[in-house]
């Protein structure tokens, strides 16, 4: 959408491209930089930072240097995710008919992120703690 590739949603008074484009973008970025920061909770450089890191490579990993923003992270994400659990239909703008269904099954699994980063948090706080 943010390229401007129809998505189905009404896109008419965006900046595209433009402010739109870039904001889509960012925001894709950090979605995939938060979703490496979870994957940091189950690998080894969860506990001690990789040597390639300057200036803290090869240290260890505080716990709850890991886990508070973990846990922040997971209570965002059920607090922003829950109220979409019915689907996107009623959002100004939305695709409708078979667009509407194949978007939500697309988000259903965003569904999952808060509740299961919760789990892998307590998991990892129960592991480096013990």
């Given at each position: 959408m943010g390229?401007?590739?129809?998505?189905g949603?009404?896109t008419?008074?965006?900046?595209?491209?433009?402010?739109?484009?870039?904001m889509?973008i960012?925001?894709?970025l950090?979605v995939e930089g938060?979703?490496?920061l979870?994957?940091?909770?189950?690998k080894p450089?969860g506990e001690?930072?990789?040597?390639?890191?300057?200036?803290?490579g090869?240290?260890?990993?505080?716990?709850l240097a890991?886990?508070i923003?973990?846990?922040l992270?997971?209570a965002?994400?059920?607090?922003?995710?829950?109220?979409?659990?019915?689907g996107f239909?009623?959002?100004?703008?939305?695709p409708?008919g078979?667009a509407l269904?194949?978007?939500?099954a697309?988000?259903?699994p965003?569904?999952?992120?808060?509740p299961?980063?919760g789990?892998?948090?307590i998991?990892?706080y129960?592991?480096?703690?013990n």
């Open positions: 390229l401007g590739i129809p998505v949603f009404d008419t008074g965006l900046d595209i491209p433009g402010w739109f484009t870039v889509c960012a925001m894709s950090g938060l979703t490496l979870t994957l940091g909770l189950v450089w001690v930072v990789p040597h390639w890191i300057p200036l803290i090869g240290k260890r990993v505080a716990p890991a886990v923003p973990a846990s992270g997971a965002l994400l059920m607090l922003l995710t829950i109220p979409n659990a019915r239909g009623g959002a100004q703008g939305a409708t078979p269904v194949v978007m939500d697309c988000y259903a965003l569904l999952l992120w808060g299961l980063l789990v892998v948090t998991s990892y129960r592991r480096r703690l």
